[in-house]
């Protein structure tokens, strides 16, 4: 059996971090370690971490310099086969989705990846990311694909633990770049057709932080794919969210109408 280390990272976040926790501890899947990492808050989070020790494998509490220093951390503690960032605010929708997913994963698999539900701040559905956004996710993921913008995210990602290195710093979509390295050197990307991965809110990091997040996505697919097929890829990404914008208006116009 292949073992998963699932990672939460969570920093002022009590509220949030409870339901993370009720949806990683209902799992059924036996190969499983928990690993917690915390950046020193000061609302209770730590002492409910605290509370429910006996059903984490490793926590540490202490301060960094944000959010992918904190996963960097995590990536150094996990000893699982592959590495899953469940953090604070996802959910994970079913007790044997985790099970599910790793029915499909053999020994060459370096990555499995599938479909997220977008929430509101009630954790009512709004739909898939791939509905939600212009990043629809492909039934064959390969590296070069992502010179068109992050096609999966972390909550729908499972990576060997051996190809994940630690996140680049003092980028807003360092994930980004994250996911590239690792799917350069996968040796299968399995696509998880029938499983809803994960559940998260609107928002995020890149999303609160949008003019730097677009410089430093610019940066990161510049290094990975050169300089004018980054510009071509652009040229591209500002054509499809105008598509996208454009039928989302015309299907509301469709809809006030009827």
């Known amino acids: 059996m292949q073992t998963v280390s ?3 990272v969570v920093y002022n976040a009590k509220d949030l ?36 020790q006996k059903n984490i494998d490793t926590w540490i509490s202490e301060p960094d310099k944000g959010l992918y ?9 996990a ?7 469940v953090n604070a605010g996802d959910l994970i929708p079913q007790s044997d989705t985790l099970s599910r997913i790793m029915e499909k994963a053999d020994t060459e698999t370096d990555v499995l990846y599938g479909e997220v539900m ?6 009512q559905d709004l739909g898939t990311r791939s509905e939600r956004t212009t990043r629809k996710l492909p039934e064959n993921l390969h590296w070069k694909q992502l ?21 680049m710093e003092d980028n807003w979509v360092a994930d980004l770049d994250w996911v590239i390295n690792i799917l350069k050197k996968s040796r299968k990307n399995t696509f998880v057709r029938d499983v809803l991965f994960a559940k998260f809110q609107e928002g995020g990091v890149s999303t609160q932080k949008r003019n730097a997040s677009l ?8 290094k990975h794919y050169g300089l004018i097929p980054n510009l071509m890829a652009h040229a591209w990404i500002l054509i499809r969210a105008f598509l996208f914008s454009f039928k989302g208006n015309q299907r509301r116009r469709n809809t006030d109408i009827s």
Not at 118 to 123: C, L, N, T, Y
């Open 6 to 8: 699932i990672i939460t």
């Open 17 to 52: 971090l409870a339901k993370t926790f009720e949806s990683v501890f209902a799992q059924d899947y036996p190969g499983i370690e928990y690993i917690v990492v915390d950046g020193a808050s000061g609302d209770g989070t730590t002492d409910l971490i605290r509370e429910n």
């Open 69 to 77: 220093d904190a996963m960097s951390k995590a990536l150094h503690l």
């Open 79 to 85: 000893t699982g086969d592959f590495v899953w960032f």
């Open 118 to 123: 977008i929430v509101d701040k009630d954790w």
């Open 147 to 167: 010179r068109f913008g992050m096609l999966v995210c972390h909550q729908g990602f499972i990576a060997r633990r051996k190809l994940a290195g630690p996140y």
């Open 215 to 222: 410089k430093d996505r610019f940066a990161i697919l510049r």
